[in-house]
Structures are given as C-alpha cells and as structure tokens.
C-alpha cells in the first residue's frame, strides 16, 4: 500500500466547526486511527484548508465513513479531496 497525501478545500469550514468535528471523532474512538500519520489544518479567506497523511486511500476511506456523517451533523459539505502519492515527510 501506499501512503497519500488528501488534500479537503473545504469551504466554509470555520475552526469552531473544526473543534466540534474533532470533539466527536474523539468520542467515537476514531481520532487515533493508526493509518492516520499527520495532519494540517490552515485558515483560508472561505473556509479550511486540511491537509491529511494517510497509510492508504482504504484507509481514509474506512474514516471518512465515520467522519462524513459528523461533519453534516455540524452543517459541513463534505469536500472531495485531492489524492497524491506521499514522495517523503519531515517533521
């Protein structure tokens, strides 16, 4: 398998949103996905911009399946992300 990068343009996501959404994956258990490997989260004019690393896309996959449904809880569109192939990561 190989790791991806996912890139989610979500617009109109604000950080009050975000803290929400992140509160309960928390709850479900979800939040420490072991194939979840980093991620970063920057303010834009209209929404978020998360940046997402990932084991596999059957990875994401399998938590977007929990994720989707939190966030239309909390009035988010959910964003098609872009999928690249992870070349190296620095921390």
């Not at 950080?15 to 979840?36: F, N, R, W």
């Not at 938590?63 to 992300?81: S, W, Y």
């Amino acid at each position: 398998m190989k790791k991806i990068v996912a890139l989610f343009n979500v617009a109109g996501y604000t950080a009050e949103q975000y803290s929400q959404v992140i509160k309960e994956l928390e709850a479900s258990g979800k939040l420490k996905d072991p194939a979840y490997i980093n991620r970063v989260v920057a303010q834009q004019a209209d929404g978020l911009l998360i940046i997402d690393v990932w084991e596999s896309e059957e990875a994401l996959n399998e938590f977007a399946e929990t994720l989707v449904p939190i966030l239309i809880k909390n009035g988010v569109t959910p964003a098609q992300p872009t999928l690249l192939p992870l070349v190296d990561i620095t921390a």
